[in-house]
């Protein structure tokens, strides 16, 4: 039996949740699109070629710590002193001294990038790809601090299809977002850190619809609030 209880939604918490989860929104919580700059995925393509052939020549004859790419301004590449494999390759793409994205390396495969697209020092987005090459997900970090707590997955289409969030900032993943044509559709959340989801949202036009809640934590929604233009509608579903 619903309850329309006709509470005035709180305008400021649906505009802080719309915009805390959008893709869209500000750089403090943005999803930038999954592809980084094309220009410097191609550089990175010819100096992987000219880094494989350096890293041979250096196991056949020595193994250097680093090396600058011949020819390449602000790119520097580190191989293992063990075993003369690549390990890092740095550049500084905007010449200005300073290193600002970081290539990890396994030999000659990219494992996984650190960028700092704002050239402040610090990393804000993090490329992580498949043995096979291709891009697996973009980590971000909400709070522009440096630390990853946010993974964003493309779909198909190219647009952002998920997002994994560590609300905690610890490093586990606790709320998953589910993205339609690049805008935010549903999400689920374990908020009280259990281990099971007890929060469930679906969006509307960039702002929050629903919000069904797991009160007595047996992993089955029993309260829902549906969010209108006339107030707030509250059920209890069982």
Same mark, same amino acid.
């Given at each position: 039996?619903?309850? =329309?209880?006709?509470?005035?939604?709180? /305008?400021?918490?649906?505009?802080?949740?719309?915009?805390?989860?959008?893709?869209?929104?500000?750089?403090?919580?943005?999803?930038?699109?999954?592809?980084?700059?094309?220009?410097?995925?191609?550089?990175?393509?010819?100096?992987?070629?000219?880094?494989?052939?350096?890293?041979?020549?250096?196991?056949?004859?020595?193994?250097?710590?680093?090396? %600058?790419?011949?020819?390449?301004?602000?790119?520097?590449? $580190?191989? #293992?002193?063990?075993?003369?494999?690549?390990?890092?390759?740095?550049?500084?793409?905007? !010449?200005?001294?300073?290193?600002?994205?970081?290539?990890?390396? %396994?030999?000659?495969?990219?494992? *996984?990038?650190?960028?700092?697209?704002?050239?402040?020092?610090?990393? %804000?987005? *993090?490329?992580?790809? $498949? /043995?096979?090459?291709?891009?697996?997900?973009?980590?971000?970090?909400?709070?522009n601090d440096g630390k990853?707590?946010?993974?964003?997955?493309?779909? %198909?289409?190219?647009?952002?299809?998920?997002?994994?969030?560590s609300t905690r900032r =610890?490093?586990?993943?606790?709320?998953?977002?589910?993205?339609?044509?690049?805008?935010?559709?549903?999400?689920?959340?374990?908020?009280?850190?259990?281990?099971?989801?007890?929060? *469930?949202?679906?969006? !509307? =036009?960039?702002?929050?619809? #629903?919000?069904?809640?797991?009160?007595?934590?047996?992993?089955?929604?029993?309260?829902?609030? #549906?969010?209108? /233009? =006339?107030?707030?509608?509250?059920?209890?579903?069982?």
């Amino acid at each position: 039996m619903a309850e =329309d209880t006709r509470e005035e939604a709180d /305008p400021a918490e649906r505009r802080r949740k719309t915009v805390e989860y959008s893709p869209n929104a500000g750089d403090s919580c943005a999803a930038p699109p999954i592809t980084y700059n094309r220009l410097l995925l191609m550089r990175h393509a010819s100096l992987l070629i000219a880094f494989a052939a350096l890293g041979a020549a250096a196991g056949a004859c020595s193994t250097p710590s680093s090396s %600058d790419a011949p020819g390449a301004v602000g790119v520097k590449a $580190s191989y #293992s002193k063990s075993s003369g494999r690549l390990e890092l390759i740095t550049y500084d793409t905007n !010449r200005d001294g300073k290193v600002d994205a970081w290539s990890h390396m %396994d030999g000659t495969r990219l494992v *996984w990038m650190e960028i700092d697209r704002n050239f402040d020092g610090v990393p %804000d987005r *993090w490329e992580y790809y $498949s /043995p096979a090459g291709a891009l697996e997900k973009v980590g971000l970090s909400r709070a522009n601090d440096g630390k990853v707590d946010a993974w964003a997955y493309q779909g %198909d289409d190219g647009q952002v299809a998920r997002i994994e969030v560590s609300t905690r900032r =610890d490093g586990t993943v606790n709320r998953w977002e589910f993205y339609q044509g690049g805008n935010l559709a549903r999400a689920e959340e374990d908020a009280n850190g259990d281990g099971a989801r007890d929060r *469930w949202e679906t969006y !509307r =036009d960039g702002a929050l619809a #629903s919000l069904s809640l797991d009160t007595n934590g047996d992993g089955v929604p029993d309260r829902r609030l #549906s969010y209108g /233009p =006339d107030g707030v509608k509250a059920e209890t579903l069982r």
